[in-house]
């Protein structure tokens, strides 16, 4: 990386600070080992990050349950 591109200990900080401010963090557990790639590869195939698949797997999920109780 060059000087030029190198990330300052304040932005770090800042970035931080954002995403401590702005968003909730999950600690997801998978078993059996390799799974996450399986997860990973999949989201990727369909032109998603594994974050973004996540998300929309738990939404997609919130929606059809929320839809059984009607």
Request: charge should be positive; charged fraction near 35%.
């Given at each position: 990386?060059?000087?030029?591109?190198?990330?300052?200990?304040?932005?770090?900080?800042?970035?931080?600070k954002?995403?401590?401010?702005?968003?909730?963090?999950?600690?997801?557990?998978?078993?059996p080992?390799?799974?996450?790639?399986?997860?990973?590869?999949?989201?990727?195939?369909?032109?998603?990050?594994?974050?973004?698949?996540?998300?929309?797997?738990?939404?997609?999920?919130?929606?059809?349950?929320?839809q059984?109780?009607?």
């Amino acid at each position: 990386m060059s000087e030029n591109n190198k990330i300052s200990k304040a932005q770090q900080k800042a970035v931080h600070k954002y995403v401590k401010n702005n968003y909730d963090r999950i600690e997801l557990t998978v078993k059996p080992k390799g799974k996450k790639e399986n997860i990973k590869a999949h989201a990727e195939k369909n032109g998603e990050t594994l974050n973004s698949f996540i998300n929309r797997a738990i939404a997609e999920t919130m929606e059809r349950d929320s839809q059984k109780k009607e």
